[in-house]
């Protein structure tokens, strides 16, 4: 079936450092996504991305994120600088249409910040 | 409080049983979703049940949606070892469902 590719799949990086996470979203998917889970914790959405622009984000989406999709390569997610509280496992998803529909996730880059 | 909750936190079974996890949730929904994550891997959809929708099968699996009770629930008949997961249920709303609110997830294991 279609596939997300996430990469790395893990990652670690002292705290204070930029760090960029690499999405490959399927090939005719339109619409992006970035969800964080903190170990023992749900997963919980971060912010979607559709024509080139941020939609929604979460208010765990802090000044220090940022997303973009450079035409049309990696769907990325940019922490700078990277804190203690940035570890996590970072999901990415995609979907063909906003609406109803599967959204399809990536196996998740694991970020430790030490 | 949580938008959405799966219900009970871990299931325990063998091969070929039968079993129901339950979701609740907290919002006006246009779908509901049941995804499967797999130790490693991402959640995988399973099944999306929309909101004028009262069931949907997929293979072995079956999910139910109560709007009125805003409840839904997942049965999974002849269990295998590889079902073995964690089931959440995820909700969305508006014209963008992508945006889910994910439960923390029952953990069910198939022995063999």
């Known amino acids: 079936g279609p596939k997300v590719l996430q990469i790395p799949s893990h990652q670690i990086i002292d705290m204070g450092q930029m760090v960029t996470l690499n999405c490959d979203p399927v090939s005719n998917h339109l619409y992006f996504y970035w969800y964080k889970q903190i170990l023992g914790q749900q997963m919980e959405f971060l912010v979607n991305?559709?024509?080139?622009?941020?939609?929604?984000k979460s208010k765990l989406f802090k000044d220090q994120f940022s997303v973009e999709r450079p035409d049309g390569s990696y769907f990325t997610l940019k922490i700078q600088p990277t804190a203690l509280e940035d570890s996590a496992v970072y999901f990415c998803a995609s979907s063909f249409s906003g609406g109803s529909t599967e959204v399809f996730f990536g196996k998740g880059t694991r970020l430790t910040v030490v | 409080s949580q938008l959405a909750e799966e219900n009970p936190w871990a299931l325990s079974v063998h091969e070929g049983e039968s079993v129901t996890v339950n979701c609740s949730y907290k919002t006006s929904i246009t779908a509901l979703q049941w995804y499967r994550q797999k130790s490693g891997e991402g959640p995988a959809q399973l099944i999306l049940?929309?909101?004028?929708?009262r069931e949907k099968r997929n293979g072995r699996l079956r999910a139910t949606l109560d709007t009125s009770s805003q409840s839904s629930s997942l049965s999974i008949t002849a269990t295998r070892c590889e079902d073995t997961a964690v089931y959440f249920c995820a909700t969305g709303w508006g014209a963008n469902t992508g945006k889910l609110t994910f439960g923390h997830g029952t953990i069910l294991r198939v022995h063999p």
């Open positions: 049940i929309r909101s004028n929708e």
């Open positions: 991305f559709y024509n080139g622009k941020v939609m929604e």
